[in-house]
């Protein structure tokens, strides 16, 4: 039983699309993210949320858009894709009390053509 | 603003050789300390975390690390790495910041393992 499970895990578009990410946890985690993860293996936070609350943003561009319906779903819809969109993206959640360790999703190959 | 750096960016080793993989973490305040690996093609899984308590951490797969705070450092070691090791290895930091995590990673480091 997967604990964070993200859809599609690839995902192949043309430019100025619009596209959307999913992702879920069944850990009961509070919080959940999204990472993005470029061409040179670097990780660096887009968002996180907390019981559908949005807690960090991180100077993401506003073609970006979380949505969190629920605690345990927080999906990434993404408008008018551009090249420099190609990456990886990872959801992961995590628990604010206690053990603060995370959970990553397998990731979602976004390329953008 | 916290930030983690790992100096060796890609390693090769050969099998049984001895590992270390370098982390410093730059925070003023109380850290929560990790290392993350990613097999090729695969999501990140944690290796070990250290809280509190004994500075030298143990995790999976024969991996431990020794939190110095002295000198902000998380440095990860292996006795004797395997060819399955290959992997990408990161080094994070966490900090609280409205009610909310934030887990920032190092650059990644590259080993490979040679036969």
């Known amino acids: 039983d997967t604990a964070v499970s993200q859809t599609p895990k690839y995902l192949v578009t043309q430019m100025g699309n619009d596209k959307s990410i999913k992702c879920e946890q069944n850990?009961?985690?509070?919080?959940m993210y999204w990472y993005k993860q470029d061409s040179k293996k670097f990780l660096k936070i887009m968002f996180s949320?907390?019981?559908?609350?949005?807690?960090i943003n991180e100077t993401v561009p506003n073609r970006f858009s979380p949505k969190s319906p629920d605690k345990a779903h927080l999906n990434l819809h993404i408008n008018s894709l551009e090249l420099g969109d190609s990456a990886v993206y990872f959801c992961?959640?995590?628990?604010?009390?206690?053990?603060?360790?995370?959970?990553f999703g397998s990731g979602t190959r976004l390329t953008v053509v | 603003a916290q930030s983690v750096s790992q100096h060796n960016h890609h390693v090769i080793l050969s099998e049984a050789a001895s590992l270390e993989l370098g982390c410093n973490y730059s925070?003023?305040?109380?850290?929560?300390l990790f290392w993350y690996v990613q097999y090729p093609g695969q999501h990140l899984q944690l290796l070990l975390k250290?809280?509190?308590?004994?500075?030298l951490v143990k995790g999976i797969k024969g991996f431990e690390a020794e939190f110095i705070k002295s000198k902000f450092s998380f440095n990860l070691r292996k006795p004797s790495v395997q060819w399955s090791d290959t992997a990408e290895y990161f080094c994070?930091?966490?900090?609280?910041?409205?009610?909310?995590?934030?887990?920032?990673f190092g650059t990644g480091t590259q080993l490979k393992v040679e036969l």
């Open positions: 949320y907390n019981n559908k609350e949005l807690i």
């Open positions: 850990l009961g985690h509070d919080t």
């Open positions: 925070y003023g305040g109380t850290v929560n």
């Open positions: 250290y809280f509190s308590g004994d500075p």
């Open positions: 992961a959640s995590g628990a604010n009390t206690g053990d603060y360790g995370y959970t």
């Open positions: 994070a930091v966490n900090s609280l910041t409205g009610g909310g995590n934030k887990l920032t």
